[in-house]
């Protein structure tokens, strides 16, 4: 069984399994990468923390009823942990269908119920030398309409 958590580089390509679904003419891909700001502050780098048994059953578990939902044969997510630096990817979600339309709202379902789902903790590290977890996503049962709320921080200075 492949591993839907990595502490190391997230590799795209092995997702992708190309010639595995011939009856499948879309393929649609998320890659989430670590960016430089946010809401107003310059971030240095990021941590992602997680009860790992529970985030990866839920990954599987979207996976799977990402699959049911859309009647889509492939749904791979992949999301990091540990320290990454700006440019490094986050998470990765691959969807192959037989139709884009499918393939892009599968996607797009699959991406955010984990976002709003999986027990993983991001902090951002800021060049001021403070940090602050995200807020914003959380343990939800209404995945038919995630919310557009936006994040809220709540920083602390770090030692050490």
């Known amino acids: 069984m492949y591993e839907v958590l990595s502490h190391t580089a997230v590799a ?3 997702l ?3 010639d595995a679904h011939p009856e499948c ?5 998320f890659v989430g990468t670590v960016r430089d700001h946010h809401e107003g502050r310059q971030v240095h780098h990021l941590k992602y923390t997680a009860h790992e048994p529970l985030a990866a059953k839920v990954i599987r578990d979207v996976e799977h009823a990402t699959r049911e939902r859309y009647g889509v ?3 791979r997510i992949v999301h990091r942990l540990g320290d990454l630096s700006i440019g490094d990817v986050a998470i990765a979600c ?3 269908a037989p139709h884009r339309a499918e393939a892009f709202d599968a996607c797009r379902y699959a ?3 984990v976002k709003h789902g999986a027990p993983i903790w991001k902090e951002e590290f800021y060049a001021d030398g403070s940090s602050a977890f995200v807020e914003g996503c959380c343990i939800r049962d ?3 309409a995630p919310a557009a709320t936006p994040h809220r921080h709540h920083s602390h200075t770090s030692h050490g």
């Open 94 to 96: 691959v969807v192959r």
């Open 25 to 29: 003419g879309g393929l649609a891909l």
């Open 12 to 14: 795209v390509e092995p």
């Open 16 to 18: 992708l399994e190309l």
């Open 111 to 113: 991406v955010d119920a």
């Open 142 to 144: 209404d995945l038919d």
């Open 73 to 75: 044969p492939y749904v």
